[in-house]
């Protein structure tokens, strides 16, 4: 069965850290382009960082950059978010997402691009 779970989310303090997995089943993940996102209530999703998987190329939004950090582990089979120095404008579900026909991502962070979606993670940031 072909999954993407992703884990790790909670609630945090201003000023704190997580470390996100995107843990994929029923396919190698490392030939694949991943992207994180988020959605917080009554936004749009929008695009946390992406790793491409030919080069190994990774983007971040500005609004993360500096504190989080995307990395692959193939053994596996999961991709990481670490975030730090977290705000209450983190707070959102996380999602992570594959290019099913891509190797490479982008910094324009498309969502509609990515074709197989996990459930979500919530990260809470809070005092």
């Known amino acids: 069965q072909v999954q993407l779970v992703e884990s790790g989310g909670g609630l945090v303090q201003p000023g704190g850290s997580l470390r996100l997995s995107c843990a994929a089943s029923g396919f190698p993940l490392e030939y694949y382009a991943i992207g994180w996102f988020r959605q917080a209530p009554g936004k749009e999703r929008e695009g946390v960082s992406c790793?491409?998987?030919?080069?190994?190329?990774?983007y971040y939004a500005d609004s993360v950059k500096g504190r989080f950090t995307i990395a692959r582990e193939n053994a596996k089979n999961t991709v990481y978010l670490q975030m730090s120095n977290l705000q209450p404008e983190d707070t959102a579900i996380y999602y992570c997402?594959?290019?099913?026909?891509?190797?490479?991502?982008?910094?324009?962070?498309?969502?509609?691009?990515?074709?197989?979606w996990g459930q979500g993670t919530q990260v809470t940031v809070s005092s």
């Open positions: 997402a594959i290019r099913g026909f891509y190797s490479y991502c982008s910094e324009t962070f498309n969502h509609q691009e990515y074709d197989f």
């Open positions: 790793a491409s998987s030919d080069d190994n190329t990774t």
